[in-house]
């Protein structure tokens, strides 16, 4: 019993030690949180002053920059004021001294009357222009200083809009004036900066002996030497009464080429029979071909052309065989490719593409099995299936409007085409029908009424038409040209173009005795 009395009282000491420590804890921590709460309320008040301080400091700065700025906008609105009070000022002097002349000059004329009025007039717009400037400030000093300032920014650009206006049709007009004279400036510079041989094809070569006896042994018993140098070759051999010579007869360059060289190799060594003969020929294609690609491939080089691909360039070889109306087509397509790279270089485009263009722009009428197709559509589908440059295909198809231009190179090329082509001595025509040509011509202008002479030039370039001025007048003489030159282009086949001129002039003479 007792030892259960003395557990029974340790017990209860112990809950009483706890409890005791319990609120010393909990005394602890609300002494605690109150210095907490104390710190922070301190802080919160030194934060909120600093605040305080902070946004009066914001508040005096904003309204300096305010009163800044209102100031400034009264400043301008004074210098305007002033400006409008000098010009008022202005205006009132000129119209006392109007005023006075008007009183100086009264009773002079009726015609200076009415000058006068007319200067009434106006000073009456000057003043209405004046009151309307006034009452515009006077609604613009009711406004907000952003809504002033709008308002001036709009009348700065109206007026920025109109000298621009004004500007852009000067500069338009300027253009129209000079870019006539601008483009054959640049025409004639690429002309005289391109130099170019002159050669001139035709459908039949000479072959010349050394003597009569050397015919017997080409034509062979029976002509059978003659007709297998005609099979192999594919060109007609005549053997006529021309002395000392066979003239060898085909439309092909490259195919009479080969038998001219054929036949000098068979003379030379002197065995001429069929065997050798095919032997030969063999041998002189073969290496027309390899020259062939050798000239190509010099023609890029000394024109600076990379890249190209091998059958193109085989292609470029084959037109120094090729002529077009008497002009060789290589001669022409290097001088159409260096007009070209001038001209583009002139015109700030890229002259390398240029180049490249000019000189494929033929390229369709060299390829060894010949389509259906214009010889500018063809040239297009070789440069696309070779990958060339789109801007090239493009100038190659469209250099006689055969598809449409889709850049700048495209005109350029057509361009240069007709220079080559046109250019005196560039090719050759029958004079039969050079002749014919420049009758129909003079015909053709002589049926129209009014005219009374007519005169072809310039090699059938310029045709002169002269008509008499009692007759015709000059909006006639405009339409008589346009008329003239229509029906020249659809009833008429010719190289390059043809200038028109119709003259109309009205003469007086008399005599000093």
């Given at each position: 019993m007792t030892v259960i009395l003395i557990v029974i009282g340790a017990v209860a000491g112990g809950g009483l030690g706890v409890l005791l420590t319990t609120n010393v804890l909990r005394n602890q921590l609300l002494s605690k949180s109150q210095a907490v709460l104390k710190d922070a309320e301190?802080?919160?008040?030194?934060?909120?002053?600093e605040k305080i301080l902070q946004a009066k400091e914001k508040y005096l700065q904003l309204k300096s920059e305010h009163d800044k700025q209102v100031s400034e906008q009264n400043?301008?609105?004074?210098?305007?004021?002033?400006?409008l009070k000098q010009r008022e000022q202005v205006l009132t002097q000129k119209v006392e001294e109007l005023q006075k002349k008007s009183n100086e000059l009264k009773g002079v004329s009726?015609?200076?009357?009415?000058?006068?009025?007319?200067?009434?007039?106006?000073?009456?717009?000057v003043e209405k222009v004046y009151k309307d400037s006034v009452s515009k400030l006077e609604h613009i000093a009711g406004m907000t200083a952003e809504e002033a300032k709008q308002s001036l920014v709009d009348m700065m650009k109206e007026e920025a809009r109109a000298e621009a206006s004004n500007s852009i049709m000067d500069i338009v007009e300027e253009a129209k004036i000079?870019?006539?004279?601008?483009a054959k400036k640049i025409v004639i510079q690429s002309i005289q900066r391109t130099a170019t041989e002159h050669a001139i094809e035709n459908t039949v070569s000479v072959f010349n002996l050394e003597n009569e006896e050397v015919k017997g042994r080409i034509i062979g018993r029976e002509g059978r030497n003659i007709r297998t140098l005609e099979n192999l070759t594919g060109v007609e051999v005549i053997v006529d009464d021309s002395p000392d010579a066979i003239i060898l007869s085909g439309f092909d360059p490259v195919r009479r080429e080969i038998a001219r060289l054929s036949l000098h190799k068979l003379v030379t060594d002197g065995r001429i029979h069929p065997a050798r003969i095919e032997e030969v020929v063999a041998k002189?294609?073969?290496?027309?071909?390899?020259?062939?690609?050798?000239?190509g491939k010099r023609t890029c080089i000394d024109l600076g052309i990379l890249n190209m691909n091998h059958e193109l360039t085989?292609?470029?070889?084959?037109?120094?065989?090729?002529?077009?109306?008497?002009?060789?087509?290589?001669?022409?397509?290097?001088?159409?490719?260096?007009?070209?790279?001038?001209?583009?270089?002139?015109?700030?485009?890229?002259?390398?593409?240029?180049?490249r263009a000019g000189l494929l722009h033929d390229i369709g009428k060299v390829p060894e099995n010949e389509p259906d197709l214009p010889h500018a559509l063809l040239g297009m589908q070789l440069a696309e299936k070779y990958k060339e440059h789109p801007d090239v295909c493009n100038a190659i198809g469209a250099h006689h409007d055969e598809t449409e231009m889709k850049s700048l190179i495209a005109p350029i090329i057509q361009v240069c085409d007709a220079i080559s082509g046109a250019r005196p001595g560039a090719r050759r025509e029958v004079v039969e029908a050079y002749i014919n040509r420049l009758n129909k011509l003079e015909q053709m202008a002589m049926t129209y009424p009014g005219v009374v002479k007519t005169y072809a030039i310039q090699a059938g370039r310029e045709l002169r038409v002269i008509v008499g001025a009692d007759k015709i007048n000059d909006a006639e003489a405009v339409k008589l040209s346009y008329d003239l030159s229509r029906q020249i282009q659809n009833e008429?086949?010719?190289?390059?173009?043809?200038k028109v001129t119709v003259i109309r002039e009205t003469r007086a003479i008399n005599f000093a005795k």
């Open positions: 301190e802080k919160g008040e030194v934060i909120k002053k400043n301008k609105l004074q210098t305007v004021e002033q400006k009726e015609n200076l009357n009415n000058q006068i009025e007319v200067l009434h007039k106006r000073q009456a717009e000079t870019a006539n004279e601008q002189t294609r073969k290496q027309i071909e390899q020259e062939i690609a050798e000239v085989r292609m470029v070889g084959r037109m120094k065989y090729r002529s077009s109306y008497g002009q060789n087509l290589l001669q022409h397509s290097r001088e159409v490719a260096n007009l070209a790279a001038t001209m583009a270089a002139e015109l700030g485009l890229n002259p390398k593409l240029a180049k008429m086949t010719y190289p390059g173009q043809i």
